[in-house]
């Protein structure tokens, strides 16, 4: 007989009973065969060879740390607005940069996952709606630049107006309103996009949270964004930052909720199980912390900090989590089956029969 490598992924097989023993000699309950014993065992679910349905997505911790800077830059570029908006220059200045800062990081980690940074330009070739990921390049393009230009003027304050500008300051001093502006127009549609991509896969516990995962991941960027405000600005510019945060853990509690209830029970389980379980379940804990910090910290820098800082690992956690979640739902062949299954049965049950779906066709 021959053996090759896929064997080592094949089930045991049960053993033979032997030609011209006794009819009792297969038995291993130690039974005198007045009991019937079955001939086929209790079916237990698998896939061909134990191996998982779908492919797990070749993403690690430089996305996950991508998904959460995408929050932090889209959230801080509206506080830098509202700071804008609303005469408070130290809010303005700190969001700005803290957009900047947190838009490069993750412009970086974005392009180690991808491996080569011309494979980013690549993908600004073409512009295709049905692609997420075509769509959250432009938006990420877009939204970089507004956010550098209104940094740039933020950094030429700092620095006295000394940056060699000579007559292009005039112009950034013109143009860094609207570029603010503009930032704030795709900071929404940046903190989303992400959720569509992951939504839009074939990974189960992703593409059974697609209707409502955008939600989690826009309240979860809120939370960053303000918990990053309220540590770097004083506590006399910082409402917006507090109501912000304040909005934001309400947001993020409801939308989780509202989420794993109209997901797949089975799909949902990767969010409560192994690491990814224990990172939401905290990120859960530090929200609430967080959010009641904010309301009870009144005039305390110290307390605001600490708060912000919670809010921040929060959200931090939620990505790493949800991330983590996906890639255990996709290694158990289970978590795909299963629901395909009850949806299925579902359509059946509700009379649709002539589809694709329900005739395998």
Known sequence: MTHSDFDTFRPPQPTRRARGGRRDAGRRDGGDGSREIPMVPEPEFTSYYGRPVVKPAPWGDDVAAYLFLGGVAGGSALLGLGGQLTGRPALRRNARLSALAAVGLGAAALVKDLGRPERFLNMLRTFKLTSPMSVGSWILSAFSVGTAVSAAAEIDRLSGSRLPLGPLRPVL??????????????AGPLAAYTAVLLGDTATPTWNAAHEDLPFVFVSSATLAASGLAMITTPVHEAGPARTLAALGVAGDLVATRVMEHRMDPVAAEPLHRGRAGVMLKWSERLAVAGGLGTLLAGRSRAAAAASGLALLAASALTRFGFLE?????????????????????????????????????
Do not use: C
């Open 325 to 361: 979640a996906g890639l255990s739902s996709a290694e158990d062949p289970r978590y795909t089956i299963e629901p395909q299954k009850r949806r299925l049965a579902a359509r059946r049950s509700a009379g649709v029969t002539d589809d694709s779906i329900t005739t395998a066709r």
């Open 173 to 186: 001093r013109a143009v860094e309103g609207p570029a603010g502006v503009e930032a704030a127009l795709f």
